[in-house]
């Protein structure tokens, strides 16, 4: 079955920059995008940008470019997102979700990164 | 680029209501508009894809319409496992934005 694992919970200060992971399995990787998003709490979804882990191509949201990078490891069925110069607006929770046709069919538990001095 | 918006950003309905919750576009889009429904602590589901395709195993109170820059979701008789918000996305071209959201709870 398809899964997005992604990695744990982190807290940075402000300024700093945070590497979430997302380790897909149950598809071949290449096959599909890779897109983030993320959540502040009680806040609605923020679409951060795209990653085609077979074209190499990548794009970003305008609020966050500059500031964003997505990577993949192939060999690992892993995709990266680097967030950097933090600020506290950036707390949330952050999910890699699996696109398909466009439209997401799966998403990660999510990872709740927060900014705090 | 292209912005969503949604109305009303909340509602209240009783059971067996009949639910209306729009999104607009700032410019055409086609048909080219999911919707998404997440219930309180979960990921968002896939409910609806090109304006009114119904995602497979949704229920069929759920229904979707319209093209271009107006789109609608309706809810034919609101159920108690509705509760939650629901988000529209256009998906044309990138940034592929998501509407602010309408949150749905059962008066």
């Known amino acids: 079955q398809v899964q997005l694992v992604q990695s744990g919970a982190e807290v940075k200060k402000p300024g700093a920059s945070v590497k979430v992971s997302c380790k897909a399995s149950g598809y071949t990787f290449t096959s599909y995008d890779i897109n983030w998003v993320r959540q502040a709490t009680g806040q609605g979804l923020v679409w951060m940008g795209w990653m085609n882990p077979n074209s190499g191509d990548t794009g970003y949201a305008k609020s966050f470019q500059g500031r964003v990078t997505m990577t993949w490891n192939t060999s690992i069925s892993t995709a990266y997102m680097e967030l950097n110069s933090l600020r506290s607006e950036d707390t949330a929770v952050y999910y890699c979700v699996r696109v398909f046709d466009y439209l997401v069919d799966y998403w990660g538990q999510g990872t709740l990164v927060t900014v705090s001095s | 680029d292209i912005q969503m918006t949604q109305s009303p950003s909340s509602l209240s309905a009783s059971v067996g209501d009949r639910v209306t919750i729009t999104c607009r576009a700032s410019?055409?889009?086609?048909?080219?508009l999911a919707w998404y429904q997440q219930k309180p602590g979960k990921v968002p589901k896939l409910l609806i894809y090109a304006a009114f395709t119904l995602q497979s195993g949704v229920p069929s109170r759920f229904s979707g319409s319209g093209s271009g820059t107006d789109f609608t979701l309706t809810i034919s008789s609101l159920q108690p496992e509705d509760v939650g918000t629901y988000y529209c996305?256009?998906?044309?071209?990138?940034?592929?934005?998501f509407g602010p959201g309408t949150k749905v709870d059962i008066k």
């Open positions: 410019q055409g889009i086609s048909n080219y």
């Open positions: 996305q256009k998906y044309n071209s990138a940034p592929f934005t």
